[in-house]
């Protein structure tokens, strides 16, 4: 068996000539809350249940932090579906007394995950996903020429000569 040299390790404060300097990198960290395996909710989650305690509204909670509002409200459907209870409950009224509004479930979800943040924070800095990170996974996707394809109703040219599907070919 042939032995190869293996490269030494760069240790600051190491003099080796063949020592490499890492670039400047940032740590980051996420936080989510799980039930029986199932992802619940995560950073992103607790930024949306919050704008629903600050706003009390979807709506308003989504634009706050750049979702789409179909986007937040199959987020908020699957994780009450994961964790089997409901986050929020709809405010039926006219005008600004109608919304949404946090369950107790909904405020105990923002409690457990603040406090895990919080302390992660307090312990190694703010490194949890910023606002733009937040934002992009809500974003609408530009739709391609394969999505046109696919969808129905999409504007595609017709497989009748002059349009018209009613005639016989």
Do not use: C
């Not at 199959?74 to 964790?83: K, N």
């Amino acid at each position: 068996m042939k032995r190869t040299s293996r490269a030494k390790s760069s240790i600051p404060g190491s003099t080796a000539p063949d020592a490499v300097a890492l670039p400047s990198v940032a740590v980051k960290t996420k936080v989510w809350l799980e039930h029986d395996g199932q992802f619940v909710v995560g950073d992103g989650g607790l930024k949306l249940l919050l704008g629903i305690l600050e706003h009390g509204s979807l709506l308003g909670a989504a634009r706050q932090i750049r979702w789409s509002y179909r986007h937040a409200w199959e987020y908020l459907r699957r994780a009450e579906t994961a964790l089997g209870m409901p986050l929020t409950r709809a405010r039926p009224g006219k005008g600004s007394s109608r919304g949404s509004a946090l369950t107790e479930a909904g405020r105990l979800v923002i409690e457990r995950l603040a406090e895990i943040r919080n302390r992660i924070d307090d312990t190694v800095g703010p490194l949890g996903p910023t606002a733009a990170d937040v934002a992009a996974r809500g974003k609408r996707r530009k739709r391609t020429s394969r999505d046109a394809a696919v969808r129905p109703g999409s504007q595609r040219p017709s497989r009748y000569r002059d349009g018209d599907w009613r005639r016989a070919r």
